[in-house]
């Protein structure tokens, strides 16, 4: 049940907090009729401070919202089922901006950037809020006394933390912040406080690996039942990366006993070095599933495609707590084109050609897959593999190409079938590559159809049986 009551007011105080961006058609808030543009004020009385404040106020069977529309304030008292959706999403989620990082990591992604990219890109957050709203990584060192107590209040849960290791000396040394050294009590509260928590280890060779990761992890188990997952990846470097390595991780004497070495490089994995750390979380996994019955401790997609190692079955993934972190994505894929080939009948595929741009990681899974459809199907899917020369090639994945880069290998080509790329390439908000390049310019550069998939199906289903074959 809703009632509203209209306040008009002559002037208002310009502000952009609690603006609406969208209403999602049959929601609670587009039954009140909330339209973009207008601004939610307050919730039962209290002054909003981010879309969580709104998630939290709004969760109950009775609310009262105070919404700016125009030069009117609208008073709506709604009865809402639990389960009713409200269906708002704001402008700017945090209402003040982001939290931006104070750490230095050396191996920070950003500071691997060059000039040109899309924007959004160069902002260093670490932000518990968006760690909520959106499934960021954050690493707790720029929370003040009241945002904990926030989190504690309105159990906001569950938040996703960088950790990279626990050893204090260690931590301070990946994330550039004497701060960092308090992972552990930070990890302890937010036991206390009874909020879930996933964990992230951005494996660095020669720091974090080998002893210190046995470290981290029995460390990790031993924090608290809250903690959901581990996830372990390895570190990124942009050729911009390697160039500006020039600045290394300076470890004291005290963590020298453990890491020995003046100064130690960041640098990439040997596929060699990947195989060890396969094998040393195997070991940890067959632990965890008999002791726990659940995998808990899971590998970045990486490590087994630079080696050539099978992905583990889905099983072993224990739901994918982490997909949003990569890890398991190659394993939803792999299985999305093994149903399709399950229900697909022969043939039928006959007058379907497609182009598949990925990265050099991926490309010779890829290949195979899409042989296979090929075959059972009569389809004329192509893969189009594209060396990131932007990055530098050992930035292989496919997520972080180019749009200019992916053209200029498929202006090579005299094909004019469609297009697919991976929709982990293109912003969902923008439609744009990390260069900033609109799918449309895609489009008009390349004179083909161009559009995001995230799967083998996807691309099938969409492809019109009528397009030019090869």
Not at 112 to 128: A, E
Request: charge should be negative; hydrophobic fraction near 40%.
């Amino acid at each position: 049940m809703v009632t509203t009551r209209k306040n008009r007011r002559v002037a208002l105080v310009p502000d952009q907090s609690g603006v609406i961006a969208s209403v999602a058609p049959g929601s609670l808030g587009a039954e009140l009729g909330l339209e973009p543009g207008q601004r939610i004020i307050s919730i039962n009385g209290e002054p909003l401070n981010d879309a969580l404040d709104f998630q939290f106020a709004a969760s109950s069977t009775d609310v009262v919202l105070e919404v700016e529309a125009g030069d009117e304030i609208v008073e709506y008292q709604v009865e809402r089922d639990l389960d009713e959706v409200w269906g708002v999403t704001f402008a700017d989620p945090t209402f003040d901006g982001i939290h931006i990082c104070e750490n230095t990591c050396p191996f920070c992604f950003i500071k691997q950037l060059p000039k040109g990219m899309r924007k959004s890109l160069y902002v260093m957050d670490d932000d518990y809020r968006y760690s909520m709203l959106y499934g960021n990584f954050v690493t707790l060192t720029n929370l003040t006394e009241a945002d904990w107590q926030r989190i504690e209040e309105q159990r906001i849960s569950p938040i996703n933390v960088s950790v990279h290791a626990t050893n204090p000396e260690v931590r301070v040394a990946l994330v550039g912040n004497p701060k960092g050294a308090r992972i552990m009590e930070d990890l302890k509260r937010l036991e206390r406080a009874g909020i879930d928590y996933n964990t992230q280890v951005v494996l660095c060779p020669g720091i974090n690996d080998g002893a210190e990761l046995d470290r981290t992890i029995a460390e990790l188990v031993e924090s608290g039942p809250r903690l959901i997952s581990i996830a372990v990846v390895p570190v990124g470097l942009s050729k911009f990366g390697l160039e500006r390595q020039s600045r290394r991780v300076r470890l004291s004497r005290t963590c020298m006993r453990t890491l020995p070495g003046a100064t130690i490089d960041i640098r990439r994995f040997e596929p060699s070095e990947a195989e060890l750390v396969i094998e040393q979380i195997e070991r940890w996994q067959a632990q965890f599933r008999r002791e726990r019955g659940r995998t808990f401790v899971y590998l970045g997609d990486e490590f087994y495609l630079m080696t050539g190692r099978p992905i583990p079955a889905g099983k072993f993934y224990d739901g994918f707590p982490q997909v949003e972190d990569g890890i398991g994505i190659t394993r939803l894929f792999l299985d999305d084109a093994a149903r399709l080939l399950k229900r697909t009948a022969p043939g039928s595929g006959r007058g379907r050609s497609g182009t598949i741009a990925c990265g050099t990681l991926i490309s010779d899974t890829m290949q195979r897959l899409v042989d296979q459809i090929n075959t059972h199907t009569g389809a004329a899917l192509r893969v189009a593999t594209v060396e990131n020369k932007l990055f530098g090639s050992e930035i292989n994945v496919s997520g972080l190409l180019t749009g200019g880069d992916v053209c200029d290998v498929l202006e090579q080509e005299r094909f004019t079938d469609p297009v697919f790329v991976s929709e982990n390439m293109v912003s969902k908000r923008t439609k744009t590559f990390l260069d900033d390049m609109h799918v449309e310019q895609m489009r008009e550069r390349l004179s083909r159809p161009v559009s995001a998939a995230a799967y083998l199906s996807q691309v099938f289903e969409r492809l019109d049986p009528s397009s030019p074959a090869m």
